[in-house]
Structures are given as structure tokens and as C-alpha cells.
């Protein structure tokens, strides 16, 4: 039977191992920059589960540890049989419970950072459609943004500080249209439209990669996002469309 | 020459192989011919003949091979040859080379296959993890470099640890719950078959026009309806491979139902028989809708069918729906058994009773039916109605429990234990440490927003071979190390074994840990190259990846001259309770002399007197009068004392 003093020692170093863990866990740039509302939510969200699971994981490790160390064969144990106990119903209650709990409070508050995440906002949305094919992603600015003719690109610009609803086809086979710096993504589907919206916060340019096999090209099915000032999105809108009338 | 033609075997199973393509040939001209010259210019055309052939030279094969003679004499009403049993079992290599109805010669029969499959699996993880050493094109082309992710992972699921588990169980679930043989051994035979053909197939699709299969083991339509032939060869493959699945499964049920040893109650069972028992349940009823999801790929490949056609009114994701109906389930399917040898080598390392056997037995059963209610965490960012994400992040949170309580009943196994630190008890030790954060990692994936970030991420390459590495393969070697003695009556060499654990572990957390960080960051899976920021973290990975191939070879080695040379192994090298090990290593040919009586639980170490299987004297009849030697009801009876 292990004494007190090696259990409680046992707890300490795991108590130890936890915060360490914890304190590593801020520590680390887990992520690319933050380039919208959603990727903060979706950021708290991850730390916390990481948060959650450092103890976990500490748990588990300590009791394989301690009991190796505590229990292990010594010599002239080798015919000796261990305590027969076959079970603690506390114990067991305990540890469906627990877990129970903290999962289902975890989902909770995926639910609500969802929601949040997808709910349209008070304010200016503009849409932008997108077109993936093998192997590129083209746009599309509807007359809604353009104030005249729809605009077709090849290059993405979108305003900071407003919500982008991105109206998502494909024209072949399934691809995923990926922001990681926004931390959103969704499948382009031949035959039907898929949406998300995000409100960049961060001006710069970050990559946007296919995120679903679409065929040999896959590897390098990839573009940007360009994140800019409001008036400096009019002003791109508005000289795209007077010399390059679209023709879509 | 004729005659080995002409008996069942391998050479006439060559024949039935060449017949097969000869069959296409003639069955596709026919169709083709009758449709007409405006259809079809050429009425002989190699891709319909190929994609007939991958359906008729198995079967002729396996008819040739004599996998179904039984059943064929019994229809046409002739005398079907008497089972003598004479050719039960193995005396040389030979017998392990034809139809054999002795589960254990079957057992092994699928244990050597399926780590071929393994050892062929990792190689091209390896030449994959060249490519991926540094940026840019290295070695393979993006179509090739598709091709070999697309069967690396086909046959390590389908040829690798699917069927190393099927093998297990065949050799040691008889001898557990004190049965000769499985309920139904020449279906037992036809299942080992299939997989060789599979496997092959699924192989050999690299020397296919347009290459080896490249759309992921996924096989995601459209991408895969307009593929070259190679498809085919996956879409075909996998079918057989799914249905040997089912027949073993079959087996299973009906030989743990009715073949028990009389006293062994369900509630007396070893827990890996509990654990095959959950997994064939889910294998029959899941399977079925795999093989479903690629006869709609083949019938709009092979026949001009819309399924996935959107312009014609098809549905792409319905596709993904069927496919992830069952391959969930096959998560499970690939688990299950390995929770069922981690509590057999626990409880004996450990010397102790396996903490909550009750609570563990349920949640194998908890995790069957949640199992098929979680499928679509696969597709939250599928573009499926948003609405259905709900429901599935909430069963796949909850199926979380009793996988949990089956981690804590095995720590609280170790407790106040006698432990011996050896092979198979570091294995399991590994897992119950790598599976933990593969289960933490499926936690984090449960929670919609952040799977939209890392789905289809480096993170979920981290995650599933945590699970599966780290998960299924540490206790498929902790389980062939531990039944080894049983299986070939020969020690392994403990030294080697120790190597080869430590190495792996070390090796695993290297190659996949930092995986997690690559998918956080924004690499896609699935990819032949990537953006430069991703170069240094993938050269630590190659490397790893390197050193993690190589710590297979230790157990290779280990295996192979063991086998041959080791010093020999008693009947009971581990001091375990259950059954198989009340026999001689390697088991008598029809396992027992006498039908076993159970009487106790299977892990009562450290109970005084406690016994959980008894080998009675010849039995006394029950009634004056009766034959000697047998009670009405046939049932043995411990002598009452």
C-alpha cells in the first residue's frame, strides 16, 4: 500500500506538471495571425480545451508513473498476485459523471462561440461569390457591391471591419475554400451554394488554400486574401470595374 | 501436372483467375455487341473488360482454390466429401497455403498476411514522408504522391488492421471460451481468402493506365466517378475486403453465442471476447454500407448512372453520408478489439482483476450504438444542412464517456497490482498514454468551431494516427506479443522486445506530435508540397518518420527468429486464468481434450482458491441406463465434491 506522503508527493508533481502545462500553453503561437472576429472566438475556444485537457492528460500519466515506479515487481514477487478489488462504485459514478459534465458544459460553449461566430451581424454585409475549380479560386462581386456590373476576378479584396458573406460554388468536383488566418473554411459542392461569413479585423494579406483532394493540382490550388481599409475596397471595386468591364 | 489442376488449390485457383478475365472478355463483348455499333464503336474494350475481370477472377479464383466446393457439390445435389479432418490444421508450411479450416492455422494465416500489408503500407508512409521532407517536387509526381496516400491508408486500414484483429480473435477466441474450432470453419476459410485478392488489387492498381488509385481511401465523389481505371481498383478491392470483414464477423457472433464452454455466462466472459463480440456487431451492421457507397461509384463509372452527378439531379454529398455511416463505425470497428487485448495483458501484468469489468463490458456496448450516431463530425464543413451539426457534436462529445471509463478502469487496474514491466505490459502502458491524447484531440475536433478551422488539417492527420498508431497498433503489438508463446510454442526474445517499444514510442510522438501544430497553422492534408513556413517542422517529421520505420524492423527480426529458433514456450508462461492458456503452446489440433466447465470469473488474481475454468474426469452418466459417456443433454459436469 503506498504511503501518504508518496500520494500526496505524487499529487504535487502533477499539480506542478498542470500549471507548467498551462503556463506552456500561452507561451506557444498555437495559430497564424488573427484576422477576424471569428478567429479570436475560435482561438479562446481552442485554449480553453487545451486548458481542459492538460489535467487530463497529467491524470493519466501520474497514475501510469506512480504505479510503475510503486507497484512494479520486486524480486520474490514473481508468483504474487496483486489486491483483488474489483471495483469502487463511488469511483465509477465519479468518473462517468465528471466527465459527463465537463464535456457537455465544453459543447455548450462550442454552441454559443458558433453562434456567435455565424450570426449575422448589425451593420454592412456585402457578399462575395467564390468559384473553385481545378485547380484556382476565382470571385465574383455582385452588382450589391459593385454599384453597376458584377465584377469577375482573380484576386480577392475585402473591407475591414465589415461582415463578408462568402456565397461558395464549385464547377468540377468538391474543393474546400480555407482561410486559416480567419479560421474558417467550408467545401465548394458542385450543385449547391455553400456560405460562411467573416468580419476581417486585421488589414494584410493572408493565404487562402484548398483544403479538400481535388485532383493533381490540389497541393497548389491556392490564392490570397487582401484585408483593406473600407474606402480603399471602394476604390479597388470602382477601377476594376471601369477597366476591366467583367464579362461574367 | 493435371491432377494438381485439377484438385482445389493454388494452381487451379490460378485458373479460375485467367478463366475470369476470359469470362469478362466474353460477358462484356456479348453486352456490347447485342447494344450495338452505335453505342459501342469497339465491342472489346480493356476498361470494361478490367473492371469485369476485378469482380470475376476473385470469385473464380476462390472456386478454383476450392473455397467453395462444399457448398457447390451440396447444390447440384451430389455427395458432398465427408469432413474427416484430416486436412484440419498444419503440419508443414504447406497448409498454410490452401483452404484450412482450423481457425488457428486461419489465425495465423491473417496475422502474417495483414503485417505484410503493414510492413507494405509504411513503406509508402515512407516515400511519402521523402516527398514531404522539403518543399517542392522531390521524388513523385502529384498524381503519384496522390496515389501512394490513397493506398497507404486503404491497406492499413482494410489490409492491416482490420484483419489483424479478425486473426487474433480466430486463434485465441475459441480457445478462450473453450471451443474446438469456430461455428462455421469453411466460411472461416472463404473470409481468410478475399483478403490476399484485396490486397493485391488494391496494390496493383500502381500498374494501372493513369496510376494508382488518387482520391483518398475517401474516395470522394465526383472526383473519383471520372478517375482513370485505377479507382476501380479500390472500389472493387474494398468490397472484398468488406466482406471478409462480415463472414468473420458472422462467425463470431454465432460461435460466442452458442459455443461457450458450459458455465461460461456472458457475465464470465474474457473481456476479448466482449470486445469481438461489440466489434461484430458493428462490422455487420455497418459494413454493408461501404460496399453500398462504391457500387454507386461504380455504377456511375462503369455504367453512366447521375448519383453524384449534380447537373443530372445528383447528390454529391449523399455520397458522403453512406461512405461515413459506416466509416465511423470503422474507427470503432479498428479499436474495439485492441480495449479487448489491453484488458487481457492488464489484468494478467498486473496481477489483479480488471477494475469495473461490469462498466467495462457495457461500454463496449455504449460505444457500439453511440457509434453509429456521430458519423457526420466528418462533414461539419461538408456544406450539409447546418443544422445536423448539432446533434453530432453533442453524441460525438458523449461517446467520449464510456470510452473514458474504460482508460480510468485500466489505471485503476494497475493500482495496488504486482506489475510486470514487460513486451506486452509496455505496450500497454503506451497505448493507454498515446491513446489519451488521441481521445483528447477527438474531444477538441467534437467542438464545431475549431473543427471548421483544422478539418482536413495536418491536425486531423495528428489526431487519426494517434488513434490509430498510437491507439490500435500499440495493442495489436502488445497482443502478438503477449498470445506469441500461444500461438508458434516459442519465446520472443524480451531484450528486442523492450527495444522495439521504446524506439516506437519515442519515434510515434516524434513523427505525429508536431503534426498538430502544422494543421493549427494552416497546412492542408493530402498535399505533395506546402508552403515554405511548413519546411522546418516537416524535416523534424521526415526524420522521425525514418527512425519510426526502422523500429519495425526490430520487431521483424524478433518475430522471424523467434519463431524459428526461440527457446521453447510452456503451456502457461504468464500465469493467466483464461482458457487458452490451460493448453499446451501451440494448442492440441482440436484445441481440447475435454470440454472445459467454467466456474468462476476469468481475472480472479489474488483470490484465494479461485478458479475460472475446470478440465473434469470423463463425465458420469446421468441417468441409469444412458450411454456411458454422455448425459441427455451432452453437457460435461464437474465432478461434485
Known sequence: M?????????????????????????????????????????????????????????????????????????????????????GNTRLEILWTALPAAVLLGLVSYSFVVLHENERKPAGKEIVVEVTGQQFAWTYQYPSSVTGGAPLATTQLYVPNGESVDFAIRSKDVVHAFWIPAFRLQIDAVPGITTHYRATPDRLGSYPVVCNLLCGVGHSTMRSTIHVVAPTQFEAWVKSRGSSHPSTS | MVARLRAPGLYRAGLGFLFGIAFAAGLTWVVRASTGHATFHHYLSGEAITTVSLIASPIFFLVGLGGFDYWLYWAAGRPTRAEDHSSHGAHSWKDYFRINTDHKVIGIQYTVTAFFFLLVGGLLAMLMRAQLAQPGAQFVDANTYNGLFSVHASLLIFLFVIPVFAGLANYVLPLMIGAPDMAFPRLNALSYWLLPLAGLMMLSSFLAPGGAFADGWTAYTPLSIDAPIGQDFFSIGVQLAGASSIMTALNFLVTIITMRAPGMSFFRMPLLVWANFATSLLVVIATPFIAASQFFVLLDRALGFNFFNAGAGGDVLMYQHVFWFYSHPAVYIMMLPGFGIISEVIAVKARKPIFGYRMMAFSLLAIVALGFTVWAHHMFTSG??????????????????PTGIKIFSWLATLWRGILHLDTPMLFALGFLTTFTLGGISGVMLAMVPFDIHVSASYFIVAHIHYVLFGGSLMTIFAGVYYWFPKMTGRMFDERLGKWHFWTTFVFFNLTFGPMHILGLEGMPRRVATYASKFADLNLLISIASFGLGLSTLIFVYNIVTSWRGGPRAVANPWRALTLEWQVSSPPPIFNFDRVPTVVGGPYEYGVPGAVHGIFAPAPVPATVGSTPGTTPTGAVHAPTE
Open chain 1, 2 to 86: 503506498p504511503t501518504r506522503r508518496s500520494i500526496a508527493a505524487a499529487g504535487v508533481a502533477a499539480l506542478i506538471a498542470t500549471a507548467i502545462g498551462i503556463a506552456l500553453s500561452y507561451a506557444i503561437h498555437w495559430f497564424p495571425v488573427q484576422a477576424s472576429a471569428q478567429a479570436k472566438n475560435t482561438d479562446t475556444l481552442y485554449h480553453v480545451l487545451v486548458i481542459a485537457s492538460i489535467p487530463i492528460f497529467v491524470l493519466v500519466v501520474t497514475v501510469i508513473l506512480f504505479s510503475v515506479w510503486h507497484f512494479r515487481m520486486k524480486p520474490g514477487e514473481e508468483l504474487k498476485d496483486g489486491a483483488p478489488i474489483h
Open chain 2, 384 to 401: 450539409m444542412a447546418a443544422w445536423i451539426r448539432i446533434p453530432m457534436a453533442i453524441t460525438t462529445a458523449i461517446i467520449a464517456v
